[in-house]
């Protein structure tokens, strides 16, 4: 199972230059980390893969499947980075509508919203109204609510923007638990997101990927002598230096 971007061209505005252009990108298996400053990508590199937008050029597929089509929609899940409560449903009536607008019977969506709570962790809130879930608490129904239609790919535009410490270990946990038959991309501007518990990792700047290797390969740009604890940050800031970004 593959989801690629084949030289893919996409702008906002037909008058300006493109965000990205010629892109061609292959989600790996497990966590993939996407990093990057504002602008250079990560959103549209997401939308396009998400089937929220169509590229200008280029096209986007999950094995045979072009996107676009209900069958890659149902395999491919997109969660954006602010989840909005429906303050008259419960969780699990939340997740349940998610799978009914994806195809699901209702009888199906229902059965299934329970065990997707159960695999991030909610079913204790099930039957709690969305509207006081924390916010940690409602981006786990977001990833229920992804699961419940048994997608094949996850794709996460800043999921634990907001959270405490605490709430960001536990999202953590939840999603490691999930990658063994789920691909996960997971966007975010803090590098210490994951990025040292990720199986790979993926830089972007400027609409182009300047780097692309499990997370190994990206730590190992790591200078010496750096604070135990900084690897992630020290190796995401020699790379952007690299490209002559200063701050």
């Known amino acids: 199972m593959t989801l690629e971007l084949s030289s893919c061209t996409y702008g906002y505005r037909r008058w300006k230059p493109p965000v990205l252009r010629d892109f061609s990108y292959a989600l790996p298996e497990g966590l993939t980390v996407l990093l990057g400053p504002n602008g ?22 999950l094995d045979a499947l072009p996107a676009g089509t209900a069958a890659y929609r149902r395999a491919v899940a ?7 409560p429906m303050p008259t449903l419960t969780a699990r009536e939340y997740v349940a509508y998610i799978g009914w607008l994806k195809g699901m019977n209702r009888t199906d969506a229902w059965k299934q919203a329970r065990r997707a709570l159960a695999r ?22 977001g990833v229920a609510g992804a699961l419940v239609h048994s997608a094949r790919v996850l794709l996460l535009d800043e999921p634990t923007a907001g959270m405490d ?15 063994g038959d789920v691909r996960v991309l997971l966007s975010t501007h ?13 830089v972007m700047y400027a609409g182009a990927v300047l780097h692309d290797g499990d997370t190994g390969t990206f730590l190992a ?15 995401y800031t020699a790379l952007l230096r690299s490209r002559g970004v200063t701050a």
Do not use: C, N
Request: no cysteine; charged share 30%.
């Open 165 to 179: 410490p605490y709430q960001r270990r536990v999202f953590r946990d939840v999603l490691r638990g999930l990658t």
């Open 78 to 84: 997109w969660m954006p980075q602010d989840i909005t």
């Open 190 to 202: 803090d590098v210490a997101d994951l990025a040292e518990e990720a199986d790979h990792v993926t």
């Open 120 to 141: 991030v962790d909610l079913t204790d809130s099930a039957d709690v109204r969305t509207g006081r879930l924390s916010g940690g608490q409602l981006r786990r129904v």
């Open 221 to 235: 740009h790591t200078p010496l002598g750096t604070v135990e604890g900084r690897a992630a940050e020290a190796a």
């Open 40 to 61: 250079a990508g990560k959103s549209t590199l997401l939308k396009l893969a998400a089937s929220v937008t169509v590229p200008r050029k280029g096209r986007v597929t």
